[in-house]
């Protein structure tokens, strides 16, 4: 079913984050280029639809030769951020920066290990009515297998946290303006992509794709910066772990409990150390308390958390009035 209220030739942006990119910008813009011209040749996209391009604080040339397509072609534009912010702000940058210009906006890598041909199948679902539409690698083939078994782990670890993201999926997307709205109304500081769109909700879809080898350069995400990158999707939706102190706690707590029953029953049969059951017990027993009440405030931190962040309590889709 068409969405009566889908423009015909929707305007696109397609939104690339840039950081230390100079080896690859020259063919990542010609591909881009050549898939945004064939789409506006096909009367599919708007001919106002735009490449945009977010230097995040790069020091080599990435900005220069973005200024330098601009001048070459008005289909490439571009947006330089003051200093380096990290791909997840630096893309939430440019996609809160097209929004008012756009239909729809599509995020993909500089270097193209996402393969920019899937663009075409992302549009058919935004034209069935899709306001999400989630690429999702196929296989994890050129990554080191290091990369590929953390990765797996990374959706192991949220999926028992019970943050809810797409496998497989890393910000290759298409949202709608409307998506990109909602996405706007969440005010948190540290704003987790990958779990924000899910959580928005709306009509989604999922593309497979493959995924390739970076044709240039080197990654710009380390394990450092992959390891925060996982603790800052778990932090930022959910509390689970403030919730397993209180469970730590209270199996302390139950412990303690079997262990003096334990020492009843020895004492009453006539096998007793002095001196051993008062002084293990009540450590057992005031550790597993404590626990217990540390797990408690946590409860609390974990509501004060919650309200501080000021998300959307609802996202408005339709209305009939
Ligand atoms: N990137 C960015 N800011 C950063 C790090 C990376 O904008 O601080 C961009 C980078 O230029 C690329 C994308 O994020 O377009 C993904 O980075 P990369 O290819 O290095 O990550 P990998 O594919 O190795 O996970
Ligand atoms: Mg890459």
């Excluded at 639809?49 to 490439?76: C, Q």
């Excluded at 083939?141 to 028992?160: C, E, Q």
């Excluded at 009540?282 to 501080?308: D, H, N, R, S």
Aim: proline share 4%.
């Amino acid at each position: 079913m068409v969405d009566a209220l889908r423009p015909g030739q929707p305007t696109l942006s397609i939104v690339v984050p840039c950081y230390n990119e100079q080896l690859v910008l020259e063919e990542s813009s010609r591909r881009l280029l050549a898939v945004l011209c064939s789409l506006v040749e096909a009367r599919r996209i708007s001919p106002q639809s735009f490449i945009y391009f977010v230097d995040d604080g790069s020091t080599d040339k990435t900005w220069s030769m973005i200024a330098a397509f601009h001048e070459r072609n008005p289909l490439i534009k571009g947006l330089r951020l003051a200093r380096n912010v990290g791909h997840q702000n630096a893309l939430l940058a440019g996609l809160l920066g097209v929004r008012e210009r756009i239909d729809c906006a599509v995020s993909i890598d500089a270097d193209l290990q996402h393969d920019e041909g899937a663009i075409s199948l992302f549009l058919e679902k935004y034209n069935e009515g899709a306001d999400i539409v989630y690429g999702v690698r196929q296989d994890r083939f050129p990554d080191a297998p290091l990369k590929r078994s953390t990765a797996l782990g990374f959706y192991n670890l949220m999926r028992i946290m019970g943050v809810k993201i797409i496998k497989n999926h890393a910000d290759y997307r298409l949202a709608s303006r409307k998506a990109l709205e909602a996405v706007s109304e969440y005010k948190e500081f540290n704003l987790f992509l990958r779990g924000v769109f899910v959580d928005v909700g709306f009509r989604s879809a999922v593309v497979p794709f493959q995924v390739r080898e970076r044709f240039a350069g080197k990654s710009k995400y380390s394990m450092a910066k992959m390891v925060s990158f996982a603790l800052d999707g778990i932090t930022s939706f959910s509390v689970v772990p403030l919730r397993f102190v209180t469970f730590i706690g209270l199996a302390i707590f139950i412990f303690s409990c079997l262990m003096t029953v334990f020492i009843l029953v020895s004492v009453a049969r006539g096998n007793v150390v002095p001196g051993w059951a008062s002084t293990v017990i009540p450590i057992y027993f005031i550790g597993g308390v404590q626990v217990m009440l540390m797990g408690l405030i946590g409860e609390y931190v974990g509501k004060i958390y919650k309200e501080v962040k000021g998300r959307p309590r609802f996202i408005k889709d339709i209305e009939l009035f």
